[in-house]
């Protein structure tokens, strides 16, 4: 499959696909530096999800969070 000037081709890692989206949720939240953890779970195609915590910072405790018990505990609440 070729590339040319309108169509662009991108192919990504887990990290990659996780950088991006940290980093888009944290401009779209008026983070300009930050930190943050994300995970990805489930199954694609049947119920992919992202847990994400994006934070000051200086916000170290981000760490220390369990992603997957935030998972089971809240409901969706993307903008998308």
Not at 16 to 45: C, D, H, M, R, Y
Not at 54 to 63: N, R
Request: aromatic share 6%.
């Amino acid at each position: 499959m070729s590339q040319n000037e309108k169509r662009k081709l991108f192919k990504y890692n887990e990290d990659g696909i996780l950088e991006i989206l940290s980093e888009n949720l944290a401009v779209e939240n008026g983070f300009n530096t930050f930190q943050s953890k994300t995970l990805l779970l489930g199954i694609p195609g049947k119920d992919l999800r992202l847990i994400a915590v994006v934070g000051e910072l200086e916000d170290d405790d981000i760490m220390n969070l369990d992603l997957e018990d935030i998972d089971k505990q809240m409901d969706y609440n993307g903008s998308h």
